[in-house]
């Protein structure tokens, strides 16, 4: 859905600010915590959901500095998120590389199949034939509210 007030970031790329002109309802569950959040949508390398302030004092958190830990009640039930710890976090970032790395195997592999298909076609006696290609990156958005 269109945001009420787009508005521009940024500090996200060096090269050039981005403008968030989008939003979207995320439902959403860490463990038994089930909920939903009206998410700003912008193109980033990784997908997170960053839970903000507005979510912070919606719910009331409480934030403990020396464990790290976020303490909050959420329909009459009480929640504590735990942050990861070192293992989990190199665990999450090598699935992450490993990923990024089979889509530009996937990018890369269809570019060469298309390139094959058209030195086919080229070798066949053609009226008129067009061909549109879009390059349409695979982009992992982060959401933030």
């Known amino acids: 859905m269109p945001h009420p007030q787009p508005y521009h970031l940024q500090w996200l790329n060096k090269d050039e600010d981005t403008v968030v002109s989008q939003q979207v ?17 912008v193109p980033m390398e990784a997908c997170h959901i960053l839970l903000g302030r507005s979510w912070q004092f919606e719910k009331k958190t409480m934030h403990n500095g020396l464990t790290n830990e976020i303490i909050f009640t959420h329909k009459e039930k009480k929640f504590v998120l735990y942050p990861l710890s070192p293992q989990q976090v190199a665990k999450d970032q090598t699935q992450m590389k ?19 298909e058209e030195d086919i076609s080229s070798k066949e006696f053609v009226t008129k034939e067009n061909y549109f290609i879009t390059k349409n990156p695979i982009k992992k958005v982060s959401l933030f509210i």
């Open 25 to 41: 309802k995320v439902k959403f569950s860490i463990g038994k915590y089930e909920d939903q959040v009206l998410c700003d949508i």
């Open 98 to 116: 490993t990923k990024r790395k089979e889509e530009k195997e996937k990018r890369k592999s269809f570019c060469v199949r298309k390139s094959k």
